[in-house]
């Protein structure tokens, strides 16, 4: 290595000096408009190369050895591509005038320095965080690895000398010292450019962010101060904007440079000082809100203090903003005074008023959760609305506030919520969707009404209109049946009494006329039962229908059957006949019901019919050991699709064959509800144009032989105790019947205070059969939790007709509970009772006739003597009992009956002495005749249910002639336990003082 090349190279590092000053010159310049800067830096960089190639050492003739790539590679690293073909140019232009045998090799050196720099460049910078900053960034070690990366560019020429052996020698010489001097060259100078840049850019920012601090400072609406703090506690105002001083009412003149104490009121410059410490002793910023009157005007202000330390830490100024914020205070007291009238408005009214989010979410609640719901508003909030909508609801809610827009924003809507105890409330809500001053939705606003109350009511009119609308069905079936009923015993009377009166036989006493009159006097009797069936028909669709128990001779009846249609099957041209078999001649049941199901069965049958046709009446024991039996014809037949309708009360299926015929349609609905009180089916089969066969089936227990005794004693399904519940005096009457018809052991309650009692007594039970829907106290879902408390293996039925009861027929479900409509369908309800049906045990009691509801006619037996009748059993202990009855006989009866059994009994003569006499003295029961003078025994319940306690819940039963649904629903309305009918059976009386009084000691406010 010569000291010639050693010194041409150190020459081009002090080259780089004047490069430098160039270079700072060109930045402070140019450096804020980038493409004349390139262009010059690349200038400066082309004339920094070409002076070194003039100043560089010849290695070889024609060969010179300098640092102008150190040059042209800084241009491409501070200035691209642009400053690199710029200095690459003139590098370039100066190399070829200057000539000889390395001329080309130098120019592609320098072109290939050229093309490289600015690609390492930009893998170097790529590890920087921005161009600029990634240049200030570069460090002495990157930049001379970069120099060392484009080194081999400048060596590379060497090799493209002609001669290659002269090129490999200058290389050898060359290749130390020209590595080194071009990294010391880049690192050295690219370290002084990139602090330069650095710098410029420091500059730059800072005189940016100057011009911004004025440009915030001088026209910022709020006061700004600058504060400088001088020894010994004293502030010296340092600068302030235009707002500042027209708040202090001087100008920048006068108030900068002076103390603070000089600028500012007396008072008011005590107590910014005061702040100005406070804010120097807490060494941090402080925030406050002040009130200042100046001028006779008060203002209030925001303001704002931020410590400015030096260097060294200490504070030397204070940065003071204050910003008036009177309209705000004002505004946010109206906002405030706005939204407490509003909170107390929400507070006040029965509403929910909530606030939903359009993701269905409450924000608001008002207090009205706490009494609708029973939970407080914040429950609510951050739930989804429909979280508590009940299921059925959810999806009707859901799309309701999907459909709302800003067009049709509203939605009003009815859905049941959940409450805090678990039962559904019904909601009426009114949704808003709510949009902000833009017009984009924001949110909803809900108003929920609890209409409970509204929706019960509107299901008891609902039951009240059917109610009335089958009243009104009934007057018309009544009439419908009574013609249907008069007409068939009425045309034998007539055809017979005129065969008589035309003397068709002859002159009169011949012996046809004697089976004439017979017939016609079977007639008359059949006529005379049937007006007793016409007020057992308005008992029927009451629910109080009663059957009598007896012995029927199936045959007899049979023929009495036959003998009356007969007439009018011979003139039909139809044979009619009956065949009854030895085995099913005797049946326990009523025989007027019997008479009436066979007569309906087969006129309907012989209406029927075409002429020439048959109608049969066929009864045999049936294999299951009851009695089968059947009417058969080959009439006009029935279509499949009308066998259920046929049977609904009042509907006639519209055909030719009916259009020709006569009746109302309620005869095969009359037979087949006797056929189901006798615990019996009935079922239809036809054919269209082959006739009917409608099949009667009737229990075992219903065959019996001629003394009245069972055919086949009852095995394999054994009777059931069954308790049953139901506040409708009508509805238990029938429900008792029914079920001991079918040879169950019934025990009937009006309620479930007397319920209790029962379940909490020794008796066995194997059912509990509850209404649902019973007067306030407890109702039957509850009752049965509290019957599965007592007896937790008691089986539950309960029943509800009461389309409504969404609510108790929830707690029915989650009580797992067996449930059943109303009016029971007997078909239904014996089918549910044969799945509870299991052999009897020894404890349970013997199967007791309903009293008042069977009256069994025992076939006399002449080998024993006549039973007497039982004697009422006197009660475990006596009682004090009122008797209310105006007229002396019935009052004299009473109390003669009641002094007998043992109470101690005061009589009085109207309601009012009734009233006085409760409220004077103490009394376990009052018996209260409902019709009397002064004041009636309705009344007086009520007068009576209004004083205080005890005397208020006493027990009392009404002494009423009049049985019917609505005279018995008045009784209760007014307050009364209880009733007993006129003429008062003993029994009965005794049982129903009985019940009452232990009713109303087991829940004495149950029905308060």
Known sequence: MGTGIVIALAHGVGLLALVLLAYRFVLRRLGVRRRPFV??????????????????????????????????????????????????????AVRLWLGGAGAVTGVAGILLTAVAAPLLARLFARHAAGSEAGRGALGFGRLALFGLAITPLTLAGFLLLPDARLGLSLLEQ????????????????????????????????????????????????????????????AFTLHRANDAAFRMLGTTAEQAEGRPLDTVLAPDLAAKVMADLQSCIDAGGPTRFEEQHTHGGVTRWWEVSQVPIRDAAGAIVMVSVGARDITRRHEAERIIRASEARYRLLARSVTDIISRIGLDGVRRFCSEATRDSLGCAPGDLLGRPLVERVHPDDRAAVADGLARLTLDRPTLKTTYRLRHADGHWVWIEGAVRLI????????????????????????????????????????????????SHELRTPMNAVIGFADLIARESEGPVGHDSYRDFAVNIRDSGQHLLELINEILDHVRAEAGQLVLDDEVVDLDAAAVFA??????????????????????????????????????????????????????SLTAAPAPDGGLLLEVRDNGVGIPEQDLGRVLLAYTRVDSPANRQTEGAGL???????????????????????????????????????????????????????????????????HGCALLRGWGHRVIGVSGAGEALVVLRGGQPLDLLFSDIVMPPGMNGAELAREARRLRPDLPVLLASGFAAHAVVADDVALGGYDLIAKPYDPAELRDRLDRLQAPVSSSSPPSLPAPGTIRPLPPPAPAAPPTPP???????????????????????????????????????????????????????????????????????????????????????????????????????????DGYVSKPIDRAVLSREIARCVAARRATPSLRD
């Open 562 to 615: 036959i003998r009356l249609l007969t007439p009018r099957a011979a003139r039909a041209g139809i044979t009619i006949g009956a065949s009854v078999a030895p085995g099913a001649r005797h049946l326990r049941g009523d025989e007027r019901r019997i008479r009436q199901i066979l007569l309906n069965l087969l006129s309907n049958a012989v209406k029927y019919t075409p002429a020439g046709g048959q109608v």
């Open 435 to 482: 949009a902000d001053d833009w017009g984009a939705p924001q949110e909803y606003v809900s108003v929920e009404r609890d209409v409970t109350a509204r929706k019960m009511m509107e299901a008891e009119l609902q039951d009240t209109r059917q109610a009335a609308e089958a009243a009104s069905r009934s007057k018309t079936e009544f009439l419908a049946s009574l």
């Open 174 to 233: 060359v290749a130390l010292p020209l590595t080194a001097f071009t990294s010391l060259g880049i690192g050295v100078l690219g370290v002084m450019l990139a602090r330069e840049h650095r710098r410029f850019a420091d500059e730059r920012a800072s005189a940016e962010s100057e011009a911004l601090f004025r440009a915030v400072f001088d026209v910022s609406a709020d006061s700004l101060l600058i504060v400088r703090v001088g020894e010994g506690g």
């Open 870 to 976: 039982a004697a009422v059993e006197p009660p475990a202990d006596a009682l004090r009992i009122l008797v209310a009855e105006d007229v002396e006989m019935n009052r004299l009866l009473v109390v003669t009956l009641l002094s007998q059994a043992g109470h101690a009994v005061t009589a009085v003569e109207d309601g009012a002495q009734a009233v006085e006499a409760v409220g004077r003295d103490p009394f376990d029961v009052v018996l209260m005749d409902v019709n009397m003078p002064v004041m009636d025994g309705l009344e007086a319940t009520r007068a009576i249910r209004a004083l205080p306690p005890p005397a208020g819940r006493i027990a009392i039963v009404a002494l009423t002639a009049n049985s019917f649904p609505e005279d018995i629903a008045r009784c209760r309305a007014a307050g009364m």
């Open 39 to 92: 262009l010059l830096s690349g200038l400066l960089f082309g004339v920094a190369a070409a002076i070194s190639m003039l100043d560089g050492h010849s290695a070889a003739p024609g060969v010179i050895v300098d640092l102008r790539n150190v040059m042209i590679g800084l241009a491409g690293l501070f200035g691209g591509w642009p400053a690199a073909l710029v200095s690459a140019a003139v590098a370039a």
């Open 667 to 733: 005869g095969l609905p009359l037979t087949r509800r006797l056929v189901e009180l006798h615990g019996g089916t009935l079922t239809l089969s036809s054919r269209v144009g082959q006739g009917t066969t409608v099949t009667i089936r009737f229990p075992p227990e219903r065959l019996a032989d001629e003394g009245g005794r069972p055919a086949h004693p009852p095995a394999g399904r054994p009777s059931l105790s069954i308790l049953m519940v139901e506040d409708d005096h009508n509805i238990l009457e």
